[in-house]
């Protein structure tokens, strides 16, 4: 029915029909058969969230998608980071109606279309359509490649692609208890920096590590280390006996040493255990002061000690932001950034933007060319704040 409610079944099973490359195609020929719609798009964000890609659907202007678009400064980097949806006109009479397409706070892109007539109604059923576009994309980019392709906007090394492959699919996670967004900027000659987050029923696990060395060197040893704390994660081990088995799978494999912090939350009461390798200390901003975490400090994974891990308990309050850091945040050109101070001046921002400001900020210092990567992952504790089953965080965000 032209304007009717969306049917969300009938757009998924049409998305399930199709090839999963034309996901943007079956959403496009939904607006258009409801709204009349013209000119629609998917706009994703490229791998260094710096440029857009345009995905034009099938039918569409496909000179539009020719060349990537600069995010800075932009109606889209507006509309991504206020994760509201943006109308104006479109110069011809009718109204450009831009959606940012999210799922659990990963801002994966935008949805573009032009229509002739937006009410209310209509503006809520497209945003409709683009929370559902995010769920269709997270599931079809498991069997094609044209995503990871389109978010290429640089010639990307082999030690670059195992790096990627290494990073969870989403930067950021929004859940009742807590915010994360983390982000990575690797160096001209990749220096083997890692994150990693998951959740299980009752406790937040996460981790980032730092392979020493540069290029496939460091690529691979930081793939031994991150495929050995994921097994023992995922066989059950808390922080401590994932530390141990990520330490021998070094010491086994003779193939050098890395840095790491691993964290497991507990998603009801917030207590946090935590090993750190050797790491650089976190920030922790609360109640507006911005302080590093002074951790006991191990030696990192695969030096050949005797000395144990040590297990050590993290205070986290509701309202706190920690920041993860590894050291080319701070090192080199980098250290001419007041960490602390951008961090203090990002406090009302949602992580993934306080994530932006901290890399662009490194970024700056070292006039875009990194000797070693920099990677932060920053963490947002609200508490356990879930209410009533069926409420929880907008799913639009």
């Known amino acids: 029915m032209v304007g009717g409610d969306l049917e969300l079944g009938e757009l998924l099973a049409a998305a399930e029909a199709a090839p999963p490359g034309e996901s943007v195609d079956v959403v496009a020929d939904d607006l ?31 000179a539009d998608g020719a060349e990537p678009i600069d995010l800075h400064g932009s109606v889209y980097d507006s509309v991504l980071r206020s994760q509201r949806q943006c109308v104006e006109p479109d110069g011809q009479g009718g109204r450009r109606v831009i959606t940012p397409v999210t799922n659990r706070g990963d801002c994966i892109g935008v949805l573009e279309a032009t ?16 929370h559902a576009l995010a769920y269709i ?34 930067s950021s996670c929004e859940a009742a208890q807590f915010t994360l967004a983390a982000g990575l900027v690797p160096a001209d000659d990749i220096g083997g920096d890692t994150y990693d987050y998951t959740l299980d029923r009752d406790t937040l696990h996460l981790s980032i590590t730092d392979a020493m060395g540069h290029d496939t060197d460091s690529a ?7 495929g050995a704390l994921r097994r023992s994660r995922r066989d059950g081990c808390d922080a401590l006996e994932q530390a141990r088995h990520a330490h021998q799978a070094l010491l086994s494999h003779n193939l050098g040493l890395a840095t790491g912090q691993l964290l497991c ?50 205070d986290l ?10 050291d080319g945040m701070q090192e080199r050109g980098a250290g001419a950034v007041d960490l602390a101070a951008v961090v203090h001046a990002t406090r009302t921002l949602h992580p993934r933007e306080a994530v932006r400001s901290l890399t662009a900020a490194v970024l700056e ?23 009533p089953a069926g409420t929880g965080p907008d799913p639009r965000r």
């Open 317 to 326: 309050r509701p309202g706190d932001r920690l920041v993860l850091l590894t």
């Open 137 to 170: 994309i997270v599931t079809d980019r498991r069997f094609t490649d044209l995503y990871h392709l389109g978010r290429r906007t640089t010639e990307t090394s082999l030690a670059a692609e195992i790096q990627h492959q290494l990073l969870p699919s989403a």
């Open 220 to 226: 691979l040893l930081a793939t031994l280390l991150v």
């Open 265 to 314: 939350v507990d998603l009801e009461t917030g207590a946090c255990e935590l090993v750190n390798a050797g790491h650089p200390w976190p920030l922790r901003l609360r109640d507006g002061t911005v302080e590093e975490v002074r951790l006991a400090v191990n030696l990192p994974f695969g030096v050949v000690a005797p000395t144990p891990y040590r297990l050590q308990e993290l």
């Open 115 to 130: 229509l002739q007539s937006a009410d209310d109604t209509v503006l809520r059923q497209v945003r409709q359509a683009a």
């Open 365 to 387: 210092a070292c006039h875009g060319n990194l000797r070693d990567d920099a990677t932060v992952l920053i963490l947002d504790w609200h508490g356990d704040r879930r209410g």
């Open 32 to 62: 258009k058969k409801r709204f009349g719609a013209e000119r629609v798009s998917f706009l994703f964000v490229d791998l260094i969230g710096q440029r857009l890609v345009r995905l034009t659907a099938a039918g569409g202007d496909a």
